[in-house]
């Protein structure tokens, strides 16, 4: 800049620069003196635009930096910046000559302090619980044996070789280890996505989907753990519909993960314990309740066997049972005969009586009876009795139509006589017919004036007279002459 700001030589006129010239040069000095800067501050003012940059202000109590990132820094940011937070924004100096202010491109965010950043995980715990992230009704029941279970941690470390020992151990399971960053800027987005994806497993498909997820990771700080703090963990362990176990950090370390997980074990080691039970302890349990079975299985045959002995010494001897039972089966042998002989002779009887009514003359006289039927119901067919019968009903048909004709005359008649009674009514009832025995009719700025008051506040008065209408003051209006009326006619029944 120290081209621009050299004194003129003696006798000439100060040097002129344009604005872009001025800003321009701005620009490079600030950009050139200090480059790459770390401030700390309190997050002011934030705005993130349509177009996805980012806008907030850095300030203390004197001072404010206006800062801002570009769309493709704010997906890189490991923390999105919020109104009150303690941090320290890692960036570029610059200047915004179209505002003649300087400003400072951020690319990195970092929380200033431990206190900063249990204040900002204390709202983040009190957003979703006022959305019912936390509520226990939406726990689910962890399976008491699956058949696969899916981790989510990193396979380099000591808690993948600690869970999977642990279920060796205890009861041997398929293990899916979906791996993920446990710490740092891709902790949280690599453990969210690693929870969708398993949900989006099929079941039955090639990679079998776990019945139960663990979300494992060792101790550390609270910088370390601050990946599964992130709201988007949250919302993803939340809308898991595999249930979850969270197991991050040792049994005093608390995070975000754990309030919506369906169960949280203290260290990884637990949540393997917690996720398959004691194979030998089921086997034991198992024989002792086979011992159980066959013990009370013998007890009871045993006491149904020594009850059926008790009735049995109850019960009378067959032969006595069968006495009654065969005598009446010797009876009856002996009267069989008889009843055989005595049915057959009543039914020799019966087939005598009907073999007489079947005798010759008898049957002649049922033809003859059924040829005099068949006789009488020929001559109704034929062609003279046809006639006859069309002729009858024809003449009853003529006889139908001719009342129907002179009912309907006579109902027309009846109301076309009620009709010009009516009419005649309407005549003299309407008020045209007062007029002609002398009447008027008053009328008020169009409204009929039925009293003295009204006729004074009205602006324009008219009067109906049986042969037009007058205004005072102005010319009569004649009365339109009725339309001669056409003669009614008689109409037609159909």
């Known amino acids: 800049m120290s081209d621009l700001i050299d004194s003129p030589a003696e006798g000439e006129n100060a040097p002129e ?11 490079r000095t600030i950009e050139g003196a200090f480059g790459r800067v770390r401030v700390r501050g309190e997050v002011g003012r934030v705005m993130l635009a349509r177009s996805g940059h980012l806008y907030f202000d850095v300030k203390d109590d004197r001072s404010v930096i206006a800062a801002v990132s570009w769309k493709g820094q704010v997906s890189r940011l490991s923390i999105m910046p919020e109104e009150g937070m303690e941090v320290i924004v890692t960036g570029k100096l610059t200047t915004f000559g179209s505002q003649s202010k300087y400003q400072i491109n951020v690319d990195d965010v970092a929380v200033a302090g ?11 715990k009190k957003q979703l619980a006022s959305e019912g992230l936390f509520a226990p009704e939406r726990k689910q029941r962890l399976p008491y044996l699956p058949d696969v279970i899916g981790v989510v941690t990193s396979p380099t470390g000591a808690v993948i070789r600690d869970i999977l020992h642990r279920l060796r151990d205890r009861f041997p399971r398929k293990v899916l280890i979906w791996p993920v960053a446990v710490q740092g800027e891709q902790c949280a987005p690599q453990v969210a996505k690693a929870i969708e994806g398993f949900n989006t497993m099929t079941a039955g498909g090639a990679m079998p989907r776990p019945d139960l997820i663990i979300v494992a990771r060792g101790g550390g700080s609270i910088e370390d753990l601050w990946g599964f703090n992130e709201e988007i963990v949250a919302r993803a362990a939340a809308a898991s519909e595999i249930p979850l176990i969270s197991a991050v950090g040792h049994e005093t370390d608390t995070t975000l ?7 949280r074990a203290p260290t990884p080691t637990a949540a393997a314990e917690m996720a398959v039970p004691v194979r030998l302890d089921l086997l034991g349990w198992t024989e002792e309740q086979g011992g159980r079975l066959t013990r009370a299985l013998s007890d ?18 067959s032969d006595a049972l069968l006495q009654t039972p065969r005598q009446r089966l010797d009876a009856a042998s002996d009267a069989l005969p008889r009843a055989l002989q005595a049915g057959v002779q009543r039914r020799q009887v019966h087939l005598s009586q009907v073999s007489g009514s079947l005798r010759g003359s008898t049957l002649r006289r049922m033809i003859e009876g059924k040829r005099e039927a068949l006789g009488r119901r020929t001559d109704r067919l034929r062609p003279e009795a046809l006639q006859r019968e069309n002729t009858r009903r024809r003449d009853k048909l003529n006889d139908l139509v001719r009342r129907m004709k002179d009912a309907g005359d006579r109902r027309i008649s009846t109301q076309k006589d009620r009709l010009a ?11 045209h017919a007062t007029l002609d025995r002398g009447y008027a009719v008053v009328r008020g700025d169009g409204q009929v004036v039925t009293d003295k008051k009204s006729a004074k506040a009205a602006s324009e008065i008219e009067i109906e007279f049986a042969d037009g209408r007058f205004k005072p003051g102005g010319k009569p209006v004649q009365k339109k002459a009725a339309s001669p009326k056409a003669p009614p006619s008689q109409g037609s029944l159909f």
């Open 17 to 27: 620069f344009s604005v872009s010239e001025i800003s321009g040069a701005l620009k």
């Open 114 to 124: 431990e206190g900063a950043l249990m204040a900002m995980l204390e709202k983040r």
């Open 257 to 263: 993960i754990d309030f919506v997980s369906d169960q």
């Open 300 to 317: 009871g045959l045993t006491r149904r066997d020594q009850r059926l002995r008790d009735l049995s010494r109850a019960l009378p001897k």
């Open 421 to 431: 009674s009516l009419e005649r009514m309407r005549e003299t009832l309407g008020y």
